[in-house]
């Protein structure tokens, strides 16, 4: 059995980037993560080995994402506890930065769902468990993936001459 | 950007400092443990004012039928909105988000539309039932009053009445259906994105 701790050392950097790739905010991101992880503590005792933990945790993942809104509205800033320092500085690390920048940038402009799309296959998860975290069919989030990557392509040529 | 690997690459660059486990754990508790003294003390709240006016029944032994109608629906009005607040509370909070986006969006959706029906409802049954109570326990006392501070008294009572009926509840409702509205509309949003 899986403990809470292995989970969260493993995947914390992912579902961070998922929910940096949803809002483009690193604070925000910050706290989407950590109440995603509040979520899967909750609930991993409940947690059946009908999917894998991987597919289970981008799913709490991508609805706290979806939800955010509310959130938003319901616990205002300085509700949940205090932040621990941070140590990313995004001005220390230069050029090649500045691409990820605009990657994360033009991710967070996409439609929503697209967002949570592209993020996961950027994390490598297979279409199929994409189809099941978000409720689609394979084939359709395969075009989906098909459609993002060439908004993306297009953006970046701009962005390179 | 040549190729896939490229954006993989850099996608993967981000990384954030998060608080260590046990920290996480310890915050998870706190906000549970928060959420749970509010409901309690919304219950606790209620419940003393009714214990309070069961005892005024109990001490003053009113004799009109009247007021022990009053109150008896005073009780009633704040017992059946704890009720309500009460039911609401697993709703909100058995929150499906280990279902696929899909099927939450579809959750949430429902979830919100019963909550907005649910609240608004409520509410105007709370403040008819309570009035309505306030105005029939107040014959007895000021039947035994001069006209003019019975009178009085019927004033103040309407007058709280009108700017609770004509302010404070429109705006509440207003207030909440605000964001749940918003809500609604993002998630009809999303769900249109998916059904694409």
Same mark, same amino acid.
């Given at each position: 059995?899986?403990?809470?701790?292995?989970?969260?050392?493993?995947?914390?950097?992912?579902?961070?980037?998922?929910?940096?790739?949803?809002?483009?905010?690193?604070?925000?991101?910050?706290?989407?993560?950590?109440?995603?992880?509040?979520?899967?503590?909750?609930?991993?005792?409940?947690?059946?080995?009908?999917?894998?933990?991987?597919?289970?945790?981008?799913?709490?993942?991508?609805?706290?994402?979806?939800?955010?809104?509310?959130?938003?509205?319901?616990?205002?800033?300085?509700?949940?506890?205090?932040?621990?320092?941070?140590?990313?500085?995004?001005?220390?690390?230069?050029?090649?930065?500045?691409?990820?920048?605009?990657?994360?940038?033009?991710?967070?402009?996409?439609?929503?769902?697209?967002?949570?799309?592209?993020?996961?296959?950027?994390?490598?998860?297979?279409?199929?468990?994409?189809?099941?975290?978000?409720?689609?069919?394979?084939?359709?989030?395969?075009?989906?993936?098909?459609?993002?990557?060439?908004?993306?392509?297009?953006?970046?040529?701009?962005?390179?001459? | 950007?040549?190729?896939?690997?490229?954006?993989?690459?850099?996608?993967?660059?981000?990384?954030?400092?998060?608080?260590?486990?046990?920290?996480?754990?310890?915050?998870?508790?706190?906000?549970?443990?928060?959420? %749970?003294?509010?409901?309690? %003390?919304?219950?606790?709240?209620?419940?003393?004012?009714?214990?309070?006016?069961? !005892?005024?029944?109990?001490?003053?032994?009113?004799?009109?039928?009247?007021?022990?109608?009053?109150?008896?629906?005073?009780?009633?009005?704040?017992?059946?909105?704890?009720?309500?607040?009460?039911?609401?509370?697993?709703?909100?909070?058995?929150?499906?988000?280990?279902?696929?986006?899909?099927?939450?969006?579809?959750?949430?959706?429902?979830?919100?539309?019963?909550?907005?029906?649910?609240?608004?409802?409520?509410?105007?049954?709370?403040?008819?039932?309570?009035?309505?109570?306030?105005?029939?326990?107040?014959?007895?006392?000021?039947?035994?009053?001069?006209?003019?501070?019975?009178?009085?008294?019927?004033?103040?009572?309407?007058?709280?009445?009108?700017?609770?009926? !004509?302010?404070? $509840?429109?705006?509440?409702?207003?207030?909440?259906?605000?964001?749940?509205?918003?809500?609604?509309?993002?998630?009809?949003?999303? $769900? $249109?994105?998916?059904?694409?």
């Amino acid at each position: 059995m899986i403990t809470f701790e292995e989970i969260y050392a493993h995947y914390k950097q992912k579902i961070f980037r998922l929910c940096m790739g949803y809002v483009n905010d690193h604070e925000k991101a910050k706290d989407i993560t950590q109440d995603t992880f509040i979520t899967v503590w909750e609930k991993l005792p409940d947690f059946r080995n009908e999917s894998s933990h991987g597919t289970w945790i981008y799913r709490i993942a991508s609805n706290h994402c979806l939800r955010h809104i509310e959130k938003d509205r319901r616990m205002p800033k300085g509700e949940m506890p205090k932040e621990i320092k941070d140590t990313y500085h995004p001005e220390k690390d230069k050029e090649t930065d500045g691409k990820t920048e605009f990657l994360y940038k033009c991710i967070s402009e996409l439609p929503e769902t697209d967002r949570l799309i592209i993020s996961m296959e950027l994390e490598d998860i297979k279409q199929s468990e994409i189809a099941g975290i978000m409720g689609l069919t394979e084939s359709n989030v395969r075009v989906k993936i098909h459609r993002i990557k060439e908004k993306l392509t297009q953006k970046f040529t701009g962005y390179e001459e | 950007m040549k190729n896939n690997t490229d954006i993989k690459e850099l996608w993967n660059r981000k990384k954030a400092e998060l608080p260590d486990s046990s920290e996480l754990i310890e915050k998870a508790g706190k906000f549970r443990r928060k959420s %749970l003294s509010r409901l309690i %003390l919304t219950n606790a709240a209620l419940l003393l004012t009714s214990l309070f006016i069961g !005892f005024i029944w109990f001490y003053y032994q009113p004799e009109m039928i009247t007021t022990k109608i009053g109150i008896t629906l005073t009780i009633l009005a704040m017992i059946s909105y704890l009720a309500v607040y009460n039911l609401m509370i697993p709703l909100l909070t058995k929150n499906h988000l280990t279902d696929s986006s899909a099927e939450y969006l579809q959750r949430l959706l429902k979830i919100k539309q019963k909550q907005l029906f649910l609240q608004n409802t409520m509410l105007n049954i709370y403040f008819i039932v309570l009035s309505a109570g306030l105005f029939l326990y107040m014959i007895e006392y000021t039947s035994r009053m001069s006209h003019i501070w019975g009178i009085a008294s019927y004033a103040i009572v309407l007058t709280w009445f009108l700017i609770n009926w !004509f302010y404070l $509840r429109p705006r509440s409702i207003r207030k909440q259906e605000k964001s749940i509205n918003e809500m609604i509309s993002r998630a009809e949003s999303y $769900r $249109r994105q998916l059904g694409e």
